[in-house]
């Protein structure tokens, strides 16, 4: 019931915050928007772990993985994110991010071992020409270079994210505790966000106005804390292969919001991609043989 409930919340959360994301682009650089995200959240986890007297000392090996798990999984893969969303809508932007179900068990089997199982073979023939239904309609008639260059910033944030999870993984199974790990990632994500800003110079900035402002709220309080600490802990109890299911689940619910805020024109054949993805997703899973995983 738990593991359900972990997944309920991060499909359903960040199913909406892909929206909330549109109004982080504007005045505001990316770069500090994330940066801004995941220094609040990473202060109120802190606060958290103050009052839970939660342990928050690491050896430099570590501090070394959850650096790195805070750059792949909060820095790098949402600036590409953030950044593909200036060039594609958010549903489309999320539908891409499907593709780390396959990323997650392609690089978890040469980087850690993990064995590939023939269903996620069989369902990645399905789910890959499933996206390409999605956005056939676009293709067919706007093949430009900024729809190009959103779909490849998409895809590249997700094998950041994809390695994010698997060292996620890695520090879960070392004991390593959960909110402690979470915040101290998020804080490295934050430094490292705004330095590289700094480097590029771009100074910082911010935008009070009111859908700025509770966007940032939301991403932070919700899309990060609430969703990104049940995703990781959820990758503790089921793996980084079967978690990221999730990637599948929240797209599909993305694209509901996009048809209502954004406009999102439904066609025949981007609503078969999308049963599609979802056929070849459910299969790569092997859910039917894995269903007490999820409800145990």
Known sequence: MQNILLFSLCSFVWGSTWYAITFQLGDVDPLWSISYRFLLAGLILMVVCFLQRAPV???????????????????????????????????????????MLYLNVIIGHFWLGNPVRLPVVIGGMLGSPGIVMVFLPELASSLTTDLMKGIMMAFVGCIFFSIGSLICEINKKSGLPLLPVVMTAMMYSSIFTAAFALSLGKLPSFQWSK???????????????????????????IGADRTAYVDVIYPIIAL??????EGYQWTTLSLLGVLVVLAGNYIALGVNADKAHIAN
Not at 211 to 236: D, E, H, W
Not at 256 to 261: G, H, R, S
């Open 211 to 237: 859908p700025y402002v509770f966007s940032l709220l939301y991403l932070a309080l919700f899309g990060s804390i609430l969703a990104m600490t049940s995703y990781v802990a959820l990758i503790g109890r």
């Open 57 to 99: 000392q690491f050896t430099p090996r570590q501090h070394l993985r959850i650096f790195l798990q805070g750059i792949c999984f909060c820095g790098m893969s949402y600036l590409l994110v953030y950044l593909s969303e200036l060039y594609i809508n958010s549903a489309q932007s999320a539908l891409v991010c499907t593709s």
């Open 256 to 261: 509901f919001i996009a048809t209502m805020f």
